[in-house]
């Protein structure tokens, strides 16, 4: 005969809310090891859907993702004629905040060249980008749908496609425009500042009494081009071909003044090490308080239930109970609570975390270490009822 | 041989000067199938020598020997299994039946057998034919919030009669019942003894049910002043 499970069978109802309660704490903690999980994952969902190999950016920065970076859009030409280099592929990055439907509306835009790397990786409904100019590819999580219209900068961008779950490293979902228009929107200045600019230069070229007329004429001309123009990006990406030593591409590449080659490993570095360090201690720390806070509460229900059974316990002693029944009875209460409310925790993640804000991932390894760490919680915690347990004497089941 | 043997037991509280003698030098003898009662005011000791005799209490000197085994002679004898002792040889009744509130009355019955080893099944069996003969058949799955007092109390003797002990100690089994439901009990213990051949020891203060008993322990003052035996007044000659 299981008293542990009769106990409980007998105290339903107490014992439901109470795992229901820490199943709910336990939910909010494997929510938080899925929500650094899901900053890992959102934070290297660009790298990794690029498959670039080496990220040429800005020299003495550690861009594109963590530091600004602006690199000429020619560039690619160079790097391409690295031995060793297959590919190379500008991307320009921006966050894009606008007022959508009277609300704020926030994404990572996505610049790339449409026959070159770092395009959306897989169309879930329309099509990719076809035309040079206008067109828009966009994460699901935008909540935009085929056809519809979006402005940016100076022109109006019709969304032909959606794609997966692409975001930025700070969560923000993507949409994928050709390079071209991203550059035109992060760049382009508006006709009257254009003719600002012109006139702002003229004036400054026509006041140096070195140059004639024509003379600053024709550099104003150049100088204004020069400033007009939107070739920037923020990085080059490149592809290895089979069999190329990273190394020795990146020692060519640095060579060259003002640019810097990350690797993939490296740029995974900065973007975990750097970007999401903090977030993972702090929700690390709240994990552990979580936790603490669900151990103190077992505890104290394990010993409250213990205290409740002085009279029960004593009679089982006073009868001759070994106390491997009466510790048994304590301990499987413990686990149980915990192995419910783990449960109870596991379902409510499982229901709700699609949801969420941010995304959540579930990692097998984060699930089972946690169901371990709450089975040792469980069996510490239940210490306090046993040890409250072993030291009531048969004698106390004696008297009215 | 007796069931039952206490030569010059004693159980002194505390040291020095603050030691209190709660028994002093009491010796009883209880032959199997006798239900003997210890009677005597509250503080008179009685439920400290039940406790000695139980293999609960220490005493601080003198004898104590169950069914044979001699348990304590100036403390526990060394090596002794307490516990086992008392699920094997000994029974307890208690004064407010004690029933294990989550347990069915056939599971506080089963609860004593399966401490004593007993499979599911024949714990099952022999708690069943224990309630039964108790004229609580129909009561078996009741729990003990739902049984009336002399039930409960009546599961309680089954539990204690559940491992057939040689002794049943029991602690004011008639005080939380009215007249009737006490005197049933009463004679139920004194069937009991007889067909089980055990000794019942009781601790009582309740003078409505003397008259049940076939020797009464007189207990004043933490010591045995008197016996009486079936309607007999004696003194403390001969009885410890």
Known sequence: MN??????????????????????????????????????????????FTK?????????????????????????????????????????????????????????????DLNGLGGPPAIISGRGIRQ???????A???????????????????????????????????????LADAQDIQFKKDNDAIRNDRQRIGATLAASQ????????????????????TRTVNTVVARLAPGADLKEVQGRISRWNHFRPISVEEQTKILTKGMIEKARMQLGLFRVILLVISAVIISLIIYTSTIDKIKVIATLKLIGSQNRVIVGM??????????????????????????????????????????????????????????????????????? | MYAIETENLTKIYGKGDTAVTAIANATLQVRPGELVALLGPSGSGKTTLLTSIGLINEPTHGKVVIDGVTVADEGWLPGLDLKRLRREKLGFIFQAHNLIPF?????????????NNLTGKEARGRASELLEALNLGHRLNSYPSALSGGEAQRVAIA??????????????????????????????????????????????????????????????????????????????????
Request: aromatic share 6%; charged share 20%; glycine share 10%.
């Open chain 1, 132 to 138: 040079k100019h206008y067109e828009m590819v966009v």
């Open chain 1, 52 to 112: 670039a190999d080496i990220w040429v950016v800005q020299q003495d920065t550690n861009g594109p993702f963590a530091e600004s970076s602006r690199i000429p859009e020619d560039i690619k030409y160079r790097i391409k004629a690295v031995p060793g280099v297959a590919e190379a592929s500008p991307l320009s990055f921006q966050t894009i905040q606008i007022e959508r439907s009277g609300r704020p509306f926030r994404f990572f835009l996505i610049g790339y």
């Open chain 2, 159 to 240: 539990r204690a009669l559940a491992n057939k002990p040689k002794v049943i100690l029991a602690d004011e089994p008639t005080a939380a019942l009215d007249t009737e439901n006490g005197k049933n009990v009463m004679a139920l213990l004194k069937k009991l003894a007889v067909e089980n051949h055990s000794a019942i020891l009781v601790v009582t203060h309740d003078h409505r049910m003397v008259e049940g008993f076939d020797r009464i322990f007189q207990v004043s003052d933490g010591r045995i002043t008197g016996e009486q035996r079936n309607g007999q007044e004696g003194g403390n000659d001969g009885l410890g």
């Open chain 1, 330 to 400: 304590i301990l499987q209460q413990s686990l149980l609570m915990g192995v419910i409310a783990y449960g109870i925790g596991y379902g409510l993640i499982l229901l709700t975390y699609e949801k969420f804000p941010r995304r959540i991932v579930l990692e097998p390894f984060d699930l089972q270490a946690l169901f371990a760490i709450v089975i040792v919680i469980c069996t510490v915690a239940s210490l306090v009822g046993i040890r409250k347990a072993l030291k009531i004497e048969p004698a106390e089941a004696l008297g009215g």
């Open chain 1, 140 to 178: 699901q999580a935008m909540k935009m749908g085929l056809g519809e219209k979006i402005h940016l900068g100076l022109h109006d961008y019709t969304v032909v496609g959606i794609t997966g779950k692409v975001v930025s490293s700070g969560g923000d979902p993507a949409a994928y425009v050709s």
């Open chain 1, 210 to 229: 070195s140059l004639s007329p024509s003379q600053a004429e024709l550099l104003t001309r150049q100088v204004a081009a020069i400033t007009q123009s």
């Open chain 1, 3 to 48: 008293l542990a499970i009769r106990d409980i069978r007998h105290h339903l109802g107490r014992f439901i809310l109470t795992s229901i309660g820490l199943g709910l704490l336990l939910g909010v903690v494997m929510s938080m090891g899925g929500i650094y999980r899901g900053l890992f994952a959102d934070a290297l969902a660009v790298l990794s």
């Open chain 2, 103 to 115: 347990l069915s009355a056939l599971e506080n019955v089963m609860v004593a057998l399966e401490i």
